[in-house]
């Protein structure tokens, strides 16, 4: 198993090759790091964080359907065929089940040192100028207007809600991104995420000046 990582590298690159820019195998790669990052100044299971780093979103629910099922069976039957330990592969699938924020009105049910680094990690993906380009990037995707100052964002949206929304790209900077930074777990994971924060501030600032015509 000295290659797992590698291994797994591989496999979710494959499944991956289609995948829209802000959830593509550099999403991973960048989560991967950022988790790597994190972990320096957590006690936790590194091979855990590595793996449900890599494999956290190798079939996100919002590409297949809404159908949570397809990512963490698909990471089972892959780390099965590895060899990994049982209850690695619990954990990693528990990882995978449990980091998505789907409108933030959604209970964790599951809890470890292991999920808090992985989430934070994808967390930080999501803010600073890499969230920006991501979230008009995935707007783009779904045909989405980048702003309209008649549709107010929404903060009572359940999880189904969330997934169906069709509000311009703008609202999800209120809906989602500058939820945030309040819901890190990690010491690290504080720090990035209060720096990131305060560039999408200065972002939408300079956005909503640009939209007036202020010169
Ligand atoms: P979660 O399920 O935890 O919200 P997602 O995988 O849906 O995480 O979101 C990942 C990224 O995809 C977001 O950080 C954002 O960049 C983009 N994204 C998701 N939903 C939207 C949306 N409605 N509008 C714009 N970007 C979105
Ligand atoms: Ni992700």
Request: net charge negative.
């Amino acid at each position: 198993m000295t290659n797992l990582i590698d291994i797994t590298i591989a496999f979710v690159k494959a499944q991956l090759a289609q995948a829209e820019g802000g959830h593509d195998w550099f999403h991973i790669e960048r989560v991967y790091n950022n988790a790597m990052l994190i972990a320096e100044g957590e006690e936790c299971d590194l091979l855990v964080v590595q793996l449900g780093a890599l494999l956290h979103d190798i079939a996100d629910s919002k590409f297949h359907d809404g159908d949570e099922t397809v990512g963490p069976t698909l990471a089972w039957r892959f780390l099965s065929a590895q060899g990994v330990a049982e209850d690695t592969i619990i954990h990693v699938v528990n990882i995978i089940e449990n980091i998505s924020f789907k409108g933030g009105n959604f209970e964790r049910k599951f809890d470890s040192a292991e999920l808090d680094i992985v989430q934070d990690a994808d967390r930080l993906d999501a803010l600073g100028a890499i969230g920006i380009a991501r979230a008009f990037n995935y707007g783009g995707f779904k045909n989405r207007a980048l702003y309209d100052p008649a549709i107010p964002p929404n903060l009572t949206m359940d999880k189904e809600e969330y997934k169906k929304t069709t509000a311009p790209t703008i609202n999800h900077f209120y809906e989602k991104l500058l939820l945030l930074r309040e819901r890190m777990n990690t010491t690290t994971g504080k720090q990035i995420a209060e720096a990131r924060h305060q560039y999408m501030e200065a972002f939408l600032e300079q956005f909503y000046g640009e939209w007036k015509g202020e010169r």
